[in-house]
């Protein structure tokens, strides 16, 4: 696996609309970009080298996620960003493979699956990450998105892989819990 660049980047969000977050909202997220190791051709088979490389490529961005958050993780979610020769499936081999999925679950203390994005992109493009509660989907106050831009990554033969954590539901969340509503018959 060539690895080009390795990205890090930590948010805390101290106030929202003129209030103060108590707790600081914090965000972590940690990338790699790599070579597609696909190519950039149709490739039929994904999975046995998605196996082959996925418990490495989780090694790589799960736990130092959960690191650089430096706090309980309570959501999560995962990317893949390829290059324009690459296809979205090439990324989507790589992040939907449990060897790469149970190393970051395991690191953050998760149990449910990790929601994820997975896009063909230019260099630079922002692709939006979903996140959900570690332990129960349904938690409404933890379904975030967060926006990830690599200036210069992917190129066209690249392939950005990484995972997110935030410590916290959104910001100032106040929504009821799921189910509350009435059916409104």
């Known amino acids: 696996m060539k690895i080009r660049k390795v990205v890090r980047h930590l948010e805390e969000t101290r106030s ?5 977050v108590d707790p600081v909202h914090r965000v972590a997220f940690v990338g790699i970009v790599i070579a597609n190791p696909y190519g950039s051709g149709y490739v039929e088979d994904l999975v046995t080298l998605a196996d ?3 418990e490495q490529i ?3 961005v799960g736990p ?3 690191d650089l958050l430096g706090d309980e993780v309570e959501a999560f979610g995962k990317v893949a960003l390829v290059g324009i020769d690459g296809e979205v499936e090439h990324g989507s ?3 939907h493979n449990l060897r790469f999925g149970n190393v970051f679950r395991k690191a953050a203390g ?3 699956l990790l929601p994820a994005a997975e896009k063909v992109g230019l260099p630079g493009a922002p692709i939006d990450v979903p996140l959900k509660h570690k332990t129960d989907s349904k938690t409404r106050s933890h379904h975030q998105t967060i926006t990830i831009q690599v200036p210069g990554a992917p190129l ?3 392939i950005l892989v990484g995972c997110v954590a935030a410590n916290a539901g959104r910001p100032l969340a106040r929504l009821a819990v799921f189910g509350a509503e009435t059916s409104g018959q």
């Open 52 to 54: 082959a490389v996925g």
């Open 64 to 66: 130092p996620c959960v």
């Open 156 to 158: 066209p033969d690249e």
């Open 110 to 112: 998760g149990t449910e």
């Open 16 to 20: 929202e609309n003129g209030r103060p």
């Open 93 to 95: 081999a790589l992040i």
């Open 58 to 60: 989780g090694e790589l």
